[in-house]
RNA sequence: CGCGGGAUGGAGCAGCGGCAGCUCGCGUGGCUCAUAACCACGAGGUCAGAGGUUCGAGUCCUCUUCCCGCAACCA
């Protein structure tokens, strides 16, 4: 029996859970799903990132610690994984206290790449990036400007990213570190191609308390974006435990499009530094607009997951952003196009079939049914949509096979061979009926377990 | 030349070298087991424009026009 390990990206707790990271989750746990169903042994973690400079300010403004704030937020995350039905093995904080001894544990295993040096140049503290000159937008080198960098002239400690620059490419074109969809792969490539740069790993910690200490430097934090990638590694207990042996490398890596950088560029940079192989796969999802607009919070079109699970419900959920949002592509939610998913596929073409189904063995045969053996039926296309991440495809194929099945009623006509009494033949066309039904129930298992079950128990 | 993604029937999308397709909507018909449901058929596109490669181009190359993201809280 084989082992699977799949990953979200674990969101930065400033702010509340949104649609696009539920569909993170959404499109990890189908993937678990689907690997618990082919009989392997899984573990799907996801978690919160909590440190670092925006959190310790936002605390600060709302008169908290650091700690009521991220306790309060991660609290809302874990939240969002019970309303989605999220089957989640593992949830991890970063500001767990394994997590924080195993990163200085990471930290000293890299430390033939981590080198002092002095940073002088710009910080962009909503980013928690430092901006290099030949990026850096002028207009915010004012201090008067509302987003202005912060002017930086400090000891930092660096990390020797550029000398992994042609041994990530060379994985990446390899196919060794898979990157899906191609246009991601693409798009890091090229950057690949321009070099790295190393990258400062390190805050003083005058400027910052809220970090994970940097081993043996009572000065320094670990910068935080460097310390969340560990996430991945010290859940499943490195170096030491047996999950770690047993289940890394990752199998899948599901993340935003916006974070590509960190998990295609820095992430493996720091895998190779360790000596420890590179994710099989990074999956890249776009991102969600609303009514065609960008989610923003300043235009107010933010859509709660709650306000959607509370009029849908969970598997309703599930099944608009899997199927209706492209898996390769960013997409549009609109609450017309949910709710007309809702009515005409969900209700009309995969409820109607079932209803009817059962309602002519009540009708027909008092409630028994015949030999149901589950139908065959071609599930390449589905299982090939899943290896690849194309959930929307995944469905569609599934969707096939229930109009397939309302076109096979149509053309037995059941309810005339029960006039004619031929009762075999007809055991036989509702047996056939159930039997897809079942088919269609575990093809769905993943993605709509709730709906599976309710399938399977009419 | 900041970076990136797009332009395909009324709407939303797929197709990425071999007869233009899917879903919704619209029209007509069928059926009555089922949810005013389901099934069939039909109308509707010179695939943004121009040039090129090719036996053959939505599909590959070049140029042009126009949209939309990122750079500004956010996956």
Redesign the pocket.
């Known amino acids: 029996m084989s082992n699977y390990y799949v990953t979200t990206?674990i969101?930065?707790v400033?702010?509340e859970p949104?649609?696009?990271?539920a569909?993170?989750l959404l499109e990890a746990d189908v993937l678990a799903r689907a690997a618990r169903q082919r009989g392997e042994t899984v573990i799907f973690s996801t978690g919160t990132d909590e440190h670092g400079t925006?959190i310790a300010q936002k605390a600060d403004s709302l008169g908290i610690t650091p700690r009521e704030l991220v306790d309060e937020y991660s609290e809302k995350f874990r939240n969002l994984q019970k309303l989605l039905d999220i089957s989640n093995d593992r949830f991890i904080r970063t500001t767990d206290k394994p997590h924080e001894q195993r990163a200085q544990l990471i930290w000293k295993a890299l430390a033939k790449d981590i080198y002092k040096s002095k940073y002088v140049g710009w910080y962009?503290v909503?980013?928690e990036e430092f901006v290099p000159e030949a990026?850096a937008?002028p207009a915010?080198m004012e201090a008067s400007h509302p987003?202005a960098y912060q002017k930086l002239e400090e000891e930092n400690y660096f990390f020797r990213l550029s000398n992994y620059t042609d041994a990530i490419k060379a994985k990446i074109e390899s196919g060794e570190f898979q990157i899906l969809p191609e246009?991601r792969r693409?798009?890091i490539l090229?950057v690949l191609r321009e070099g790295l740069d190393d990258i400062s790993i390190s805050r003083p910690k005058e400027k910052l308390e809220w970090g994970v200490p940097v081993p043996g430097d009572k000065k320094q934090v670990m910068y935080v974006w460097f310390e969340a990638l560990m996430n991945y590694l010290t859940v499943l207990g490195y170096p030491e435990h047996e999950d770690f042996k047993n289940f890394w490398p990752a199998d899948v890596q599901v993340?935003?499009?916006?974070?590509i950088r960190f998990h295609a560029a820095i992430w493996p940079g720091m895998l190779m530094s360790l000596g420890v192989p590179l994710p099989k796969t990074l999956y890249v999802?776009?991102?969600?607009?609303v009514n065609g607009?960008?989610?923003?919070?300043?235009?107010g079109n933010g859509v709660a997951p709650q306000e959607i699970v509370d009029k849908y419900g969970t598997d309703a959920f599930r099944y608009y952003f899997l199927r209706h949002i492209?898996s390769?592509?960013?997409?549009?939610f609109s609450w017309e196009?949910l709710e007309?998913a809702y009515?005409?596929?969900?209700?009309?073409?995969?409820?109607?079939?079932?209803?009817?189904?059962a309602?002519?063995i009540m009708?027909y045969q008092n409630g028994i049914i015949g030999d149901a053996k589950i139908a065959q039926h071609d599930i390449n296309p589905y299982e090939e949509a899943l290896a690849a991440c194309r959930f929307d495809r995944a469905l569609?194929d599934v969707w096939d096979r229930v109009?397939g099945l309302?076109?096979y009623?149509?053309?037995a006509?059941?309810?005339?061979i029960?006039k004619l009494g031929d009762t075999d033949h007809l055991r036989e066309v509702l047996a056939y009926q159930v039997g897809n039904l079942l088919a269609i129930a575990d093809q769905l298992e993943p993605f709509m377990p709730e709906t599976a079950f309710k399938i399977r128990t009419v």
């Open positions: 990206s969101p930065y400033n702010g949104h649609i696009g990271f569909m993170e925006k962009d909503k980013e990026k937008d915010r987003q246009t693409n798009e090229s993340v935003g499009k916006d974070i999802h776009g991102h969600i607009s607009q960008k989610m923003s919070k300043s235009l492209p390769y592509n960013d997409g549009d196009s007309a009515n005409s596929e969900l209700a009309n073409e995969l409820g109607n079939a079932v209803q009817r189904t309602a002519m009708k569609d109009r309302n076109q009623i149509e053309e006509k059941p309810w005339e029960a």
